[in-house]
């Protein structure tokens, strides 16, 4: 949270937090990732639980010492972020339709391996797949809009961002979906190359690097980092 060459902490297995003498920052594991992501407790609360392999009933809201934290905006809209991804996903590895996709990705050298590493995914030409398929999970469509995956027509009607498009998720340092680059599979002369998910609560353009949550582990170690201009050049 500063920049310090030489900073010291005082951790307390006791309380299990921690606190730097350089900042006056402290907390436990919780306020760390509500710090550094910009969540709120429930969020950090969820994030942390699937690190460690522990799965959460679903219920309203979640006592920790004398609080009950509640769900918030965006934790609806991480979790619509994360079902498109598995949905896309789900369609490039499956769907009959998705093999020009998968023709496409290997002629591009990307391997099955790399697919389930990065999920890649595939959004069908429908104009209101995901709109359905959230809509019986219990999402509606001003949700959906506000996670930066639909588009409000000029007829009053929404319908889904990404069609006929090759999915590549964006995460956040945390390995979250926060949003989605859409490369396009037939170029009609007449659709953007790349469409990116507008931005939202949880994702803003200029202060998101793609695969960042993947390198930064080894640009710590190396001191090093390659800057690469698409999803795919990462890849």
Same mark, same amino acid.
């Given at each position: 949270?500063?920049?310090?060459?030489t900073p010291s902490f005082m951790v307390s297995p006791e309380r299990?937090?921690?606190?730097?003498?350089?900042?006056?920052?402290?907390?436990?594991?919780?306020?760390?990732?509500?710090?550094?992501?910009?969540?709120?407790?429930?969020?950090s609360l969820k994030l942390l639980a699937g690190k460690a392999g522990?799965?959460?009933?679903?219920?309203?809201?979640?006592?920790?010492?004398?609080?009950?934290?509640?769900? /918030?905006?965006? /934790?609806?809209?991480?979790?619509?972020?994360? !079902?498109?991804?598995?949905?896309?996903?789900?369609? !490039?590895?499956?769907?009959?339709?998705?093999?020009?996709?998968?023709?496409?990705?290997?002629?591009?050298?990307?391997?099955?391996?790399?697919?389930?590493?990065?999920?890649?995914?595939?959004?069908?030409?429908?104009?209101?797949?995901?709109?359905?398929? !959230?809509?019986?999970?219990?999402?509606?469509?001003?949700?959906?809009?506000?996670?930066?995956?639909?588009?409000?027509?000029?007829?009053?009607?929404?319908?889904?961002?990404?069609?006929?498009?090759?999915?590549?998720?964006?995460?956040?340092?945390?390995?979250?979906?926060?949003?989605?680059?859409?490369?396009?599979?037939?170029?009609?002369?007449?659709?953007?190359?790349?469409?990116?998910?507008?931005?939202?609560?949880?994702?803003?353009?200029?202060?998101?690097?793609?695969? !960042?949550?993947?390198?930064?582990?080894?640009?710590?170690?190396?001191?090093?980092?390659?800057?690469?201009?698409?999803?795919?050049?990462?890849?």
């Open positions: 949270f500063h920049n310090e060459k299990q937090s921690f606190k730097c003498f350089g900042c006056g920052k402290g907390g436990d594991a919780f306020t760390f990732i509500e710090e550094i992501e910009g969540m709120d407790f429930y969020d522990v799965e959460l009933k679903k219920r309203q809201g979640i006592s920790y010492g004398n609080k009950e934290y509640l769900p /918030t905006e965006k /934790t609806k809209i991480f979790e619509i972020n994360d !079902l498109a991804a598995q949905l896309y996903y789900k369609i !490039l590895t499956e769907h009959p339709k998705a093999e020009t996709a998968r023709s496409y990705l290997r002629n591009r050298g990307i391997s099955e391996k790399s697919i389930s590493e990065w999920q890649i995914g595939y959004a069908p030409k429908a104009w209101d797949l995901l709109i359905k398929v !959230l809509a019986k999970k219990g999402y509606p469509e001003k949700e959906v809009f506000k996670a930066g995956l639909l588009v409000f027509g000029e007829q009053g009607k929404y319908y889904d961002r990404f069609r006929g498009r090759i999915m590549f998720p964006i995460k956040n340092i945390s390995g979250q979906v926060i949003a989605f680059t859409g490369r396009v599979l037939e170029d009609d002369g007449k659709s953007a190359k790349y469409v990116n998910s507008s931005e939202s609560p949880i994702y803003i353009k200029g202060k998101t690097i793609f695969a !960042l949550d993947k390198a930064r582990a080894d640009i710590r170690a190396q001191g090093l980092s390659v800057m690469v201009e698409g999803q795919m050049d990462v890849i």
